[in-house]
């Protein structure tokens, strides 16, 4: 009969087990696969993309108007505009072989995009001119190259466009597309095996009887998943049994290049995933308990080079499990860059305390009263309490040095959702 411990042997820093955790996938890599331009939004780039051409090919206006020779209208004004002659049209689309030169004293038509005839080196706007059939009067002046896209101004040949490791985004599409790419190189997408352990937890839609709780936590890392780009294969509730676990890790993992258990972390008597894991043949332990309020039972093992991570069963924790440890993972095994994190500096609104020597993810509500912004903290304790997510819009994360906030003190929060205004 296992002896249930009264903690972990020893506590990790949250940077200490991110670190052997990142070392430990280091070597993992998807593989790459070719998909249309039009399909790549949200697939992480997987090649040095540069330009292969010049955006725009040719000299365009960038306006309505007259292309002129600038020397022509340098002394134009209200009182004594200059008259040229007008000699023909540039429209979109135009060829620029097919237009006629401009000379000394003549002028072209041209609309917004066409291409900068022959001889013209700026622009009028329509709004400062003045015609009658062929003859054009100009009552301002215009610059060199005046209203004038040049040649290669968007995008120049051999210039880069998009690295490895960004995550495509709907403007890397459209310059993809102005420059004629078609497809593009992506990292495959990730399948991610997902179980949740406990006895007591009953599916998504299921009758619960006295004793029994609806499995949320495992919803809500596949949701988490999804939203990063995961494939999902959904293995279900599983047994408090280390055998069940182990068969479920072995079975998993055969198809898929990670894997979540939820529940079933700690170190109680049926807390059975670190002994499912540690039968696993190949397992290897990275890391188990770390140094943070709530999500200390986290915990990750690498099985044939994948990792399989264990989260809390109560949401809250496994949210924050996943933030700080899941979701780098998958990025670093995509090559993807971080994305940007939204953080505002916000007055506490009460005192919070926490134990020294542990990363506390306080659940707070950001809201702006006067032009100021508040934190109202939510919860520190209670990792099962998911409506704090719901209610709140940010974490405030306190440092392991620090031993809590005062009432009034600025901070910095980390937003989950939009400020409540």
């Given at each position: ?8 042997k020893g506590l990790m820093k949250v940077e200490d087990a991110l670190a052997r955790l990142l ?399």
């Open positions: 009969m296992r002896v249930k411990m009264s903690g972990f070392e430990a996938i280091r070597g993992y890599r998807l593989d790459v696969e070719e998909v249309p331009v039009e399909e790549a939004v949200g697939r992480v780039c997987a090649e040095d993309l540069k330009a292969p051409v010049d955006v725009p090919p040719f000299d365009r206006s960038a306006v309505d108007g007259y292309a002129v020779r600038y020397l022509d209208v340098l002394s134009a004004s209200e009182s004594s505009p200059v008259e040229l002659r007008i000699v023909g049209i540039s429209k979109t689309g135009s060829r620029p072989d097919t237009l006629p030169e401009v000379k000394p004293g003549e002028a072209v038509e041209i609309y917004t995009g066409a291409p900068l005839p022959r001889g013209a080196d700026s622009v009028v706007m329509v709004e400062y001119t003045k015609r009658e059939e062929d003859r054009l009067w100009v009552y301002r002046p215009v610059a060199y190259m005046q209203n004038v896209s040049k040649r290669g101004e968007d995008f120049s040949a051999g210039e880069p466009v998009v690295s490895v490791g960004v995550k495509l985004k709907p403007w890397h599409v459209g310059a993809l597309a102005s420059l004629g790419v078609t497809s593009v190189k992506v990292y495959r997408r990730p399948t991610v095996a997902v179980a949740s352990t406990g006895s007591e937890l009953k599916p998504l839609g299921s009758k619960i009887s006295p004793g029994e709780v609806v499995d949320s936590t495992r919803p809500m890392i596949k949701a988490f998943l999804r939203s990063l780009g995961c494939d999902v294969l959904d293995l279900g509730i599983l047994e408090d049994d280390p055998a069940v676990i182990s068969e479920a890790v072995s079975k998993g993992l055969k198809t898929s290049d990670l894997m979540v258990l939820t529940g079933g972390t700690s170190l109680g008597l049926r807390d059975a995933t670190p002994d499912g894991l540690s039968m696993v043949e190949g397992s290897r332990l990275i890391f188990h308990g770390v140094r943070m309020r709530p999500g200390k039972p986290t915990g990750a093992y690498l099985v044939n080079g994948k990792p399989v991570f264990m989260l809390s069963g109560f949401p809250v924790a496994a949210f924050v499990g996943f933030m700080v440890f899941v979701e780098p993972a998958i990025r670093g095994m995509m090559k993807c860059r971080p994305d940007p994190q939204p953080v505002v500096k916000a007055q506490v609104t009460r005192r919070v305390a926490k134990p020294p020597g542990v990363r506390a993810y306080v659940r707070v509500r950001v809201y702006s009263r006067d032009g100021v912004l508040y934190a109202e903290p939510l919860r520190l304790t209670g990792s099962g309490i998911i409506s704090t997510l719901t209610r709140g819009n940010g974490l405030l994360i306190l440092r392991e040095e620090v031993e809590g906030v005062e009432e009034g003190e600025e901070v910095e929060v980390l937003l989950t959702q939009p400020v409540e205004v």
